[in-house]
Every structure is written in structure tokens, then in C-alpha cells.
């Protein structure tokens, strides 16, 4: 199975500040990538597909890149309904695999 | 605009069997593969089994092969998971999965418990 790994697990962040999140995989997964948000009692929201697609909705502020076993997740100029927790997840290769998420809190 | 709703979750002793449904709405069913994802209480994510458009191809997490069964009705736009032999580390909030994953239901839970 191919592990996702994201870092940081938990991260604290300001209002207006830009934040990066990174997600490893365990072996190559092209650019089979997607990123999920989730608030608390929410179900997961796809905002990234295809490692730096953005999904129709989904503002500009968010953006994907990487491709093979490195990816990142960048929010610019956080506001507070960006705290939530954020998922990376490999589609290259069945089982499809989650990273552990990685939980924004305000400052 | 999409709509995915999962039902047939419930209380459940260990080694019983349940079957959850996914009706779905505002797309085209049969273009996509349907999945379903669960999620215990205060974990990540897990997937657990996938179908392709035209069921001719059935995946599951190890965690659940040989005992789920994910099927599914396209004349009625439906996906189901077949689940038996349940057991406590099964407990969790299910998730029907549209395609790779840009719509999701609001989910079902499953609660197993003696």
C-alpha cells in the first residue's frame, strides 16, 4: 500500500498569515493527488485534484503543486473559516490512501 | 446540483450484518465510479471500497475484504455496501464518495456494539 504522509500534523497560524502543507507518499503516484477540507461535524470538501486542479468553487487562495512522492498545499491569507483539518489522499493505486491530516488552528 | 444520501446505519451487535445505501442526484450515475470512506470517531480517513461505473471492477481496504460488498443500481442511481461480520473497529461515520472525491455525502453511522 502506498503511505501518505503529511507534516505538519498540527499547525497554528494567524488570521491573514500564508501557510504551507506537505504531503509524502511512499512511492510514486504521478499527479494522483487530491486535498480535502473538514470542519468539525462537516463531511470532507475536495478542494485540490490532480495534485494543482483546483475544484470548481473553490477560491483561489488555495493551490496545489508536486507531482511523484512530494506535494504541497498553500492557503494564502488565512480567514477564519480556513481552520479545519486538511487531507491529502493518493488515487494512483488501489487501496486509495489518506495521509493523517494536518489540523490549522487559529493563533 | 449533486446530491449524495447515505442511510441504513444503526446500532449493531459484533458479527451482525448491516447495508448501508447511497441514493444519488444531479449527475450523470453511470460516468463515474462511486466509493465509500469512513471515518471513526475523532480519526482520519479511511477508504474502504470502490466501484467502477460499470461494476466491472470491486475494490476493498484490506481491513474489510472478504466481508463488505460494495454493489450498485445504475437504473436507479444508487451504490450500496453489503456489511457483515461487523465488528467494533468497524464503528464509524460512512461516507458515500462521488468519483475522486468532489462530492461527498453527509454520511451514516455505524455503531457496533454489544
Known amino acids: 500500500d502506498i503511505q501518505m504522509t503529511q507534516s505538519p500534523s498540527s499547525l497554528s497560524a494567524s488570521v491573514g498569515d500564508r501557510v504551507t502543507i506537505t504531503c509524502r507518499a511512499s512511492q510514486d503516484v504521478n499527479k494522483y493527488l487530491a486535498w480535502f477540507q473538514q470542519k468539525p461535524g462537516k463531511a470532507p470538501k475536495s478542494l485540490i485534484y490532480?495534485?494543482?486542479s483546483l475544484q470548481s468553487g473553490v477560491p483561489s487562495k488555495f493551490s496545489g503543486s508536486g507531482s511523484g512522492t512530494e506535494f504541497t498545499l498553500t492557503i494564502s491569507s488565512l480567514q477564519p473559516e480556513d481552520f479545519a483539518t486538511y487531507y491529502c489522499q493518493q488515487y494512483k493505486t488501489y487501496p486509495i490512501t489518506f495521509g493523517q491530516g494536518t489540523r490549522l488552528e487559529i493563533k | 446540483e449533486v446530491q449524495l444520501v447515505e442511510s441504513g446505519g444503526g446500532l449493531v451487535q459484533p458479527g451482525r450484518s448491516l447495508r448501508l445505501s447511497c441514493a444519488a442526484s444531479?449527475?450523470?450515475?453511470?460516468?463515474?465510479?462511486m466509493h465509500w470512506v469512513r471515518q471513526a470517531p475523532g480519526k482520519g480517513l479511511e477508504w474502504v471500497s470502490g466501484?467502477?461505473?460499470?461494476?466491472?471492477?470491486?475494490d476493498y481496504a484490506d481491513s474489510v475484504k472478504g466481508r463488505f460488498t460494495i454493489s450498485r443500481d445504475n437504473a436507479k442511481n444508487f451504490v450500496y455496501l453489503e456489511m457483515n461480520s461487523l465488528r467494533a473497529e468497524d464503528m464509524a461515520l460512512y461516507y458515500c464518495?462521488?468519483?475522486?472525491?468532489?462530492?461527498w455525502g453527509q454520511g451514516t453511522l455505524v455503531t457496533v456494539s454489544s
Open positions: 466501484i467502477t461505473w460499470d461494476s466491472g471492477s470491486k
Open positions: 490532480a495534485a494543482s
Open positions: 444531479g449527475f450523470t450515475f453511470d460516468d463515474y465510479a
Open positions: 464518495v462521488m468519483g475522486t472525491g468532489g462530492y
